[in-house]
């Protein structure tokens, strides 16, 4: 039964981990290839997005293997032949328990290390392509934006790097407003700054203040534009984006350093302790109510359809307590309700298959 519930498992959590990748590639690629961004930023995007992918679908992965199974067996009739051998509900819980402290192990792992280093290393990837000034102005037959009051458009781009027909807005500055346009343009390095070297173009400044227009023609005319590069430093650390043991290593220092609010950390910490423990809750709730039901011709749907219900309600109750524990860290024990409500209804599931059936009265004919 374990290794069943093995093999499910890794195949409900390739199919739903492939899905929700998916989605969320197909919105990287149009935001960092429509950027000018290259394919491998955007492999190493969806990479650094795949572990906090897989902490979301993992519960829900246990949960469909844990009922899938049950299912199977019991259609098969192995649950009935089993509980007639002797074995009590609690016997053939024991696999089931034990592949949810499996994966509550892998969650464990993702939570506490994983999900953190991807999330920060993802925010400072984020920041450094936001500060490439030179793959957001390389793309063609769109006006660009890349910073407040200048506008960019390129009409094509040449295979030797030359850009064809610029137009360049700069309104910066309040009183004046300058607009080039060029035939060509050429899009170098020199030192640390970054110039646009434009030939054969026009440059028309608007003195609003002096109700004054100047045009100028030029042969070349070079732009700095690494006042569009946002220069700022790598951005602050979240409080998700740091692993837990480095809040244990000193709880208060890295609140006096970042800033961060206390009852937002409490919550992320316990928060990361509690969700490894919603995969041994899904697993046994999945199980405990399909295994309720017993044998029919019908099948198990409706028990399904309650152990669905369960598995909701105990995703309700977790979206409840989160808010009252960053408001009051002293509430972290809210936290775990989720968990206590889960593992109360399966265990309540299964003390009602193990007990004993109320014997027929005398000359009663069982129906």
Known sequence: MLSQLVV???FFALVLVSIYWINQAVRLFDRLIGDGQSAFVFLEFTALTLPNVIRLVLPMAVFAASVYV???LSSESELVVMQATGFS??????PVLIFGLGAALMMSVLTHLLV???????QLREAEVARNVTSR???EGTF???TDGVTFYIREIGSDGTMEDVFLSDRRTADRATTFTATRA??????GGAKLVMVDGLAQTLNTAERQLTTTHFKDFTYDISALIDQSNAPPPRVRDLATHVYLSGFERILDRYGFDRGAVTEELHTRVAQPLLCVVAALIGFATLLSGGFSRFGVWRQILVALLLLVLVKFIEGLVTEPVQ????LWPLIYVPVVFGLGCAVALLYSVARPKRPHRSGEVPA
């Open 89 to 94: 509900p609690w016997r053939l819980a024991r």
């Open 137 to 139: 102005l390389l793309t």
């Open 70 to 72: 049950t299912n199977r």
């Open 116 to 122: 953190p280093a991807s999330l920060s290393q993802l």
């Open 8 to 10: 499910l498992f890794g």
């Open 186 to 191: 050429y899009l170098v390095n020199d030192g």
């Open 144 to 146: 660009l934006h890349p």
């Open 327 to 330: 408001s009051d860290p002293r």
